[in-house]
């Protein structure tokens, strides 16, 4: 087989000529998931595009992903680093030496065994919250699900006296990350001077994780049972940074979970097939206690076994746009050798589209998960919603029992009328899970 410098071979965007980079960015900027199945469409399953003075190189084959994820030619943390520095002001030298210890911390915390220590706690929160709806209302699904989720889980995460504790403060917390999320993307790519409601934002985060910091410092008490993910990231990062370090625990930790519990919701309450059987299951399950301080425990959680093919589902369907490494030795695919410098791409989204491992991938069928092994913990194959090899999403267990706790929760306690049909997807994104492109409003009411 004759290789090639991919740079040699490359395809070039035609475009009424040859486009230079910019239009390319300009193009791939408007509308960056429909820019790459069009690029794949025309030009194969490798190519390189031009965009913002980098070379992202797109890999579209399942047979290549092993090498993407395991391939010592390529590098996760030198993807990474400016944008984590642009995103969260972490210096080139406090990022390599403090993340892989981050990583294992984060890792090591959030295993299968050990998320059950946290379980009972954020049910009691998720409980508490829910009750703090009151017994009918109506409001955006995406607004719903953040009111309860963000301060259940960062009292879980990072103690109860770090979670916006009244209406006001949450909504104050609401409003700043849902700026600081969405312009997450342009925030990694752009300086602040660029960014300004977002660069505010981001400074607003930071303090609040200053006075965070100082708390867990100050608490050593393990008010949940166990210490915090934040009360261990202090014994662990000790340069000036931590803030900032924990600024990117609680965005990885909230930006991905709660638009896919918005979309699993919106799924199940827009499918009615989807929704009696996930009733039938939860109500079951349920069925000695009331719908006030319901517990959920560990046990339960396995008899949902349906709500979590409903979540791993919505995960499938709205999954991150692209995840990147970046090549550091020349690097062998197909029949091309990738060039030292690139950053290489997949994008999981595209991928859960591929109808050989996904019949009818654009259909919601929660069904096909029954072939997972789930209680092993294994995926079903071609999924790769939580990325791979040494950096897959050490939040993955935390994240599926959270959803699964809250979706039941939720719908054994409300009944639910969609008020807007089913949003699609923004395609404006490729950094995480997509967002709606429109209003998901709904009318609740206590059961
Ligand atoms: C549906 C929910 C989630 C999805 C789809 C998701 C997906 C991902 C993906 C794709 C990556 C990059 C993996 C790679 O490049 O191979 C990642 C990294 C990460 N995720 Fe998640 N995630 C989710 C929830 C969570 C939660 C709940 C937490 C924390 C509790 C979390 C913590 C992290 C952290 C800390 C990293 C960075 C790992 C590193 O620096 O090596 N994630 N996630």
Redesign the pocket.
């Known amino acids: 087989m004759r290789l090639t410098y991919l740079e040699a071979s490359v395809i070039l965007i035609r475009h009424r000529g040859w486009i230079p980079w910019f239009g390319a960015a300009f193009e791939f900027g408007k509308a960056p998931l429909d820019f790459i199945a069009r690029a794949r469409a025309k030009h194969g399953p490798i190519f390189t595009v031009f965009a913002a003075g980098k070379r992202l190189t797109f890999v579209t084959l399942h047979e290549d992903f092993r090498t993407f ?1 395991m391939s010592k030619d390529v590098d ?2 030198q993807a ?1 680093q400016e944008p984590v520095h642009n995103t969260a002001s972490i210096s080139k030298e406090s990022f390599y030496r403090f ?1 892989p210890a ?2 294992s911390l ?2 090591g915390r ?1 295993t299968p065994g050990n998320i059950s220590l946290l379980s009972n706690h954020l049910c009691e929160e998720f409980n508490h919250h829910l009750e703090l709806l009151g017994s009918k209302g109506s409001d955006g699904l995406s607004d719903l699900v953040r009111s309860v989720m963000y301060p259940a ?1 960062m009292s879980n ?1 990072l103690g109860k006296c770090n979670s916006p504790g009244c209406p006001a403060t949450v909504q104050e917390f609401k409003e700043k990350f849902r700026i600081y999320d969405e312009g997450f993307e342009y925030g990694s790519q752009l300086p602040d001077i660029f960014l300004g409601e977002w660069a505010k934002s981001k400074q607003w985060l930071l303090s609040l994780l200053d006075n965070m910091v100082i708390n867990a410092e100050g608490n050593t008490s393990t008010e949940a049972g166990t210490k915090t ?1 934040l009360q261990h990231l202090v014994t662990t990062i000790t340069d000036k940074f931590l803030p900032n370090y924990g600024l ?2 609680l965005w ?6 709660i ?2 519990t918005f979309w699993a919701l919106a799924f199940i309450l827009s499918d009615p097939s989807a929704y009696r059987t996930a009733m039938e299951q939860i109500t079951a399950v349920f069925k000695n206690q009331g719908t006030e301080r319901t517990a959920v425990t560990t046990a339960e959680l396995q008899q949902l076994s349906y709500v979590k093919w409903c ?1 791993l589902e919505a ?1 499938r369907l709205r ?2 746009g692209a ?3 970046r090549v550091v030795r020349p690097l062998r695919l197909q029949n091309y050798i990738i060039p030292p410098g690139d950053l290489l791409m997949v994008s ?1 989204y595209w991928a859960h589209r591929n109808p050989k491992y996904f019949p009818d991938p654009e259909e919601f069928k929660p069904e096909r998960w029954e072939k997972a092994d789930l209680v092993k913990n294994v995926f079903l194959e071609g999924f ?13 267990w ?3 029992m ?2 699964n706790m809250f979706v039941s929760l939720i719908l054994y306690k409300y009944e639910f009328t969609l008020l807007d049909p089913l949003p699609n997807p923004s395609s404006l994104h490729l950094v ?2 997509q967002q709606p492109e429109g209003p998901c409003r709904v009318q609740y009411k206590h059961r």
Not at 252 to 257: F, G, K, T, V
Not at 384 to 396: E, T
């Open positions: 994820f996760f943390e990474v993340h981050c990583n984060i890792k959030l889980v995460l993910l990117l625990m990885a930790s909230l930006a991905n979970a638009p896919i979540i995960i999954a991150p995840i990147t490494r999981p790769v919603a939580f990325g791979g090899g040494r950096n897959q999403c050490p939040g993955r935390y994240a599926l959270e959803m995480g899970t």
